[in-house]
């Protein structure tokens, strides 16, 4: 569905994100997870086409990004980034129904099929008690379940997350990620996340891809990704592992500065 490949991004003088290959395989829940500024949100907005490679290809469906119609690629890919505006002055039906914009022309109204996405955005999200207020009337977590029922309008079968749960208290955190869950099983979507939770990112993800000074460091399934030796390696911390259905870890201590340079 999307596959990078020998991509670079020069962010500065001092940082550079490089990834040969990364390739993101349908229906799943991909997270990406390292210490900040390693390149996570870099990476996903290449992902999202909001930035253009330096150099290298990623394509959507065997196409380049760079050869789509942004419309085109709104269609098949949603992205929804880390920082929203929070002085928009419309209602989260509003906001849903801007969603369907890539779908129709600026000047037709929406159609019987565009009204029948927009509910099931508003079902879906538990959002439809709520479609006639304002954002700026909704707590933390309301507000994010309406903008990703924007995302949803889009139609769109890969959706992409910045820290969804960033600001959120851990119940709205849990509700959030949930939700997630229930749009990648229930409705087929292909999820790839920014997740600083690791814990939250191993039970909700198929599959782990960790960032560590602009390279993946590791790229595998949460079993072959939590191990000590990595949080070692990238996080400069001791850790404790629980084994359940998904590994788990508490922090025990810092242990070197390996994992910082």
């Avoid at 880390?82 to 969603?99: A, K, M, N, Y």
């Amino acid at each position: 569905m999307l596959l990078a490949k020998e991509i670079s991004y020069q962010h500065s003088q001092r940082f550079q994100l490089q990834v040969p290959h990364l390739q993101l395989k349908q229906g799943e829940i991909l997270s990406i997870i390292g210490p900040n500024g390693s390149g996570k949100s870099t990476l996903l907005r290449l992902l999202g086409r909001l930035w253009n490679p330096t150099s290298g290809q990623i394509l959507l469906d065997g196409v380049p990004l760079s050869q789509w119609d942004g419309c085109e690629i709104a269609k098949r890919l949603a992205m929804l980034p880390q920082v929203h505006d929070h002085s928009i002055e419309w209602t989260v039906r509003e906001l849903v129904e801007f969603g369907r914009h890539p779908h129709k022309t600026w000047y037709k109204r929406l159609s019987s099929e565009d009204e029948k996405v927009i509910r099931w955005a508003l079902e879906v999200t538990k959002m439809e008690d709520f479609q006639d207020r304002p954002l700026t009337a909704l707590s933390g977590g309301e507000r994010q379940r309406a903008w990703i029922a924007m995302t949803l309008a889009q139609s769109s079968n890969i959706l992409l997350l910045d820290e969804p749960t960033t600001y959120l208290d851990i119940a709205h955190q849990l509700e959030v990620m949930e939700l997630v869950k229930t749009l990648n099983q229930e409705f087929g979507l292909t999820v790839v996340m920014v997740l600083h939770d690791i814990n939250q990112a191993t039970l909700y993800s198929d599959r782990l891809v960790v960032m560590k000074n602009g390279r993946v460091h590791m790229d595998g399934s949460p079993e072959e990704v939590i191990q000590p030796s990595m949080f070692q390696d990238v996080f400069g911390i001791e850790v404790s592992i629980q084994h359940s259905d998904k590994p788990t870890f508490i922090p025990m201590r810092t242990c070197c500065d390996q994992g910082r340079k």
